[in-house]
């Protein structure tokens, strides 16, 4: 395995993992998660408009702009939002988690839209994704156990719309993003994205931490997390890279709790597990068929 590689992968994944925790701090500060989501799209398409200026890919076909359109809406308006809502209302650690069962909805998506297969490692990746949600959003409920983070239904929901719109990335991915380099489509994306917000928050007084906060989001979390995860792509594999990048939900349960005192109960970290695992099966499918389709060895 390319150590290389694995530093890049390694790096993206952390820089995703701060994106819940570094929201927080706004939020706390009396920022809308709307508004959070508004100025970490605006600061991103300004780096994302140099890079693609410096590349010298700025030109999109004009039967592709309805695409582009329909994704700033879907991968920058309601992914964006819906995350930024989630880290709110059910905290930085759990949405993570719920943001990770994106793979469940890609296996599914694909096989709904794309016609891709539907075999059982992916059917039971799918069903152990949907008790993993279970068990974080119910257990408290079910098994009367305590919990440091106070869960609301509409926090669930957009948790699981922003692991849903993540797995559009997948669908977007074998279309425009087949032809166009990512720069490129982000320069049209985030501004209709950001626009498309706007009705529905109030621009409000913020601090140097919100600031500062927020340009984080920009440059670290999202421009910078893409950049360096696309170089990682090009020292590994697809699949390993998806499996280190599994680190994002470990990181930002870990920096929940030390900065804003987070932590789940037992059955909050088992179907945290069990989701991880599901991602785990998906993205190692072809790898599990092939163990289990060597040849034995005749006993004697």
């Known amino acids: 395995m390319n150590i290389k590689g694995c530093i890049f992968i390694l790096t993206a994944a952390v820089m995703w993992g701060l994106i819940g925790p570094v929201s927080k701090f706004p939020i706390e500060q009396g920022v809308s998660p709307l508004e959070n989501a508004f100025w970490r799209a605006i600061f991103a398409w300004i780096l994302f408009a140099v890079h693609a200026c410096r590349i010298r890919r700025v030109s999109i076909a004009a039967k592709d702009l309805p695409r582009i359109i329909g994704f700033g809406f879907i991968g920058v308006t309601v992914f964006y939002g819906s995350y930024q809502l989630a880290v709110q209302d059910v905290g930085a650690a759990l949405a993570s988690v719920l943001l990770y069962t994106a793979p469940a909805w890609v296996a599914f998506m694909s096989w709904l839209l794309l016609g891709e297969k539907m075999g059982p490692v992916k059917l039971a990746a799918l069903g152990i994704t949907i008790c993993g949600v ?71 007084h913020k601090t140097a931490t919100s600031w500062l906060s927020l340009v984080a989001l920009a440059i670290i979390c999202t421009y910078g997390a893409y950049s360096v995860y696309y170089a990682g792509l090009k020292y590994l594999e697809a699949t390993t890279a998806s499996v280190i990048a599994t680190v994002e939900p470990v990181v930002a349960a870990i920096l929940a709790w030390l900065w804003w005192n987070e932590s789940f109960d037992w059955t909050g970290y088992l179907g945290s597990a069990m989701i991880i695992l599901a991602v785990l099966m998906i993205v190692m499918e072809k790898k599990v068929y092939a163990f289990f389709s060597k040849p034995q060895p005749q006993s004697v």
């Open 134 to 204: 279970v068990c974080v959003s119910l257990g408290p409920q079910l098994f009367g156990t305590g919990t440091e983070i106070r869960f609301t239904w509409f926090g669930i929901i957009c948790g699981l719309a922003s692991g849903f719109t993540y797995a559009l990335y997948y669908i977007y991915g074998k279309t425009i993003f087949a032809r166009y380099t990512t720069p490129t489509v982000f320069l049209y994306a985030l501004p209709v994205g950001a626009l498309c917000m706007t009705p529905f928050f109030e621009f409000t």
